[in-house]
């Protein structure tokens, strides 16, 4: 009986499933866009939503040069009613996709967040974390006048008090060490090679780091979800949906975005590789997890490791642990097994290999923490 109940369940997820605008980026306003959707179809939607800045004026940096802020047409409401109405409206129709074992993400700033989240808690989402994300390398406070601004909040939420929810909890404390993935999240502003510029200008003011996404759907969704993004900028929910085997759907009125998002999601992801930096000599580095170096991209699931005399090799997996015939684990953890010891720092027993020589993985952690130094 429950077996049928399950095949039931599969063939009617596969049928609705087939209905989906998978794959593809729907135009005009995302109300409108998500009511073409059908009822109880989607498993996650992450929403960045405009954030309402209420900037006036120009901001410049003390050396006069200006600050590229968000002024667009599309954060500007005119009163925080419309802004409320704006929210509701949006939430209610994701809450109408979401199956009811799906989950809500929204980002937001101070400027957003407390009205978003009493909203969706009025409309019966219930709050599971509200994540910290402590950006590394934050803009400074340029007049001075306030504290540094060096964060954003992401509110995850399910459909009920009671509800059913995706938590790879297995899979986040992998992803970081073996330690349990706590809710605030260090993790650097998008920047480098992975900001897509246009003629040497930013594609889009507010794009997201892809690594904010990837902690986000590798902890709450499985290979083969279906992600909504309604507000899809340059689509980095996509791109990552696309790199983890997921599913995406997204929504953006600006054609010149759904451009940029096209073209990105169809380019395989290049890698950050820059080597422009020299060890960090002589100092206690701050504590990086190894699954920080493979949300970022620095380290590609399915790269092979080595021990120093390849006596051991094992392959990454997308949560940052490591297979290596029949036995899996952590870099630590593995390396352990392997050689039967006690303990292992799997940061110099692990090497990549780079045009024919080993390096241990230690030497990527160095790199990533200069290129995070602001
Ligand atoms: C904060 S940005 C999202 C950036 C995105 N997360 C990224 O990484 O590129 C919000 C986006 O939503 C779009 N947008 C705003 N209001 C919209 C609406 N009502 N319907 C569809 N798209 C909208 C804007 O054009 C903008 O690109």
């Excluded at 590229?68 to 109405?85: E, G, K, L």
């Excluded at 902890?219 to 340059?234: H, M, R, Y």
Aim: proline content about 5%; glycine content about 8%.
């Amino acid at each position: 009986m429950a077996d049928l109940l399950t095949k039931t369940r599969a063939r009617r997820a596969a049928t609705l499933s087939a209905t989906l605008p998978l794959g593809q980026i729907l135009d005009g306003d995302c109300i409108e866009a998500m009511r073409s959707l059908p009822s109880a179809s989607i498993d996650v939607v992450f929403a960045d939503p405009p954030y309402n800045l209420q900037l006036g004026g120009d901001l410049n940096r003390p050396d006069g040069s200006h600050v590229d802020a968000v002024t667009d047409h599309w954060d500007r409401f005119d009163s925080f009613a419309t802004y409320d109405a704006f929210t509701r409206a949006w939430l209610t129709e994701a809450r109408r996709v979401l199956k009811p074992e799906g989950s809500l993400w929204v980002i937001g700033s101070y400027h957003n967040i407390f009205r978003v989240g009493a909203i969706l808690q009025d409309l019966g989402f219930w709050i599971l974390n509200d994540i910290v994300w402590r950006k590394a390398n934050p803009m400074p406070n340029f007049k001075g006048t306030r504290f540094t601004n060096a964060h954003e909040t992401l509110i995850w939420a399910s459909m009920g008090e009671k509800s059913r929810y995706t938590f790879n909890y297995r899979t986040m404390k992998t992803l970081n060490d073996e330690l349990q993935m706590r809710s605030d999240w260090v993790l650097p502003i998008c920047g480098g090679q992975e900001r897509i510029r246009k003629d040497g200008v930013k594609a889009h003011p507010t794009q997201k780091p892809e690594a904010l996404l990837y902690r986000v759907l590798l902890a709450t969704s499985q290979k083969g979800d279906v992600i909504l993004d309604p507000f899809f900028g340059t689509g980095t929910t996509g791109a990552v949906a696309k790199r983890l085997g997921r599913e995406w759907i997204g929504c953006e009125r600006e054609g010149a975005y759904r451009e940029v998002a096209e073209e990105r999601i169809a380019m395989a992801l290049p890698l950050d590789e820059s080597s422009l930096v020299t060890m960090q000599a002589g100092r206690s580095a701050p504590r990086v997890a190894f699954g920080q170096l493979i949300e970022t991209g620095w380290i590609v699931p399915g790269s092979l490791l080595h021990d120093r005399k390849r006596r051991f090799s094992a392959t990454v997996r997308s949560d940052g642990s490591l297979l290596s015939g029949d036995e899996s684990g952590s870099i630590h953890s593995l390396g352990a097994k392997l050689q039967s010891a006690p303990s292992c720092n799997g940061w110099t027993f692990w090497h990549l290999e780079h045009e024919g020589a080993l390096n241990p993985i230690d030497t990527v952690r160095q790199k990533y923490l200069l290129s995070t130094e602001p």
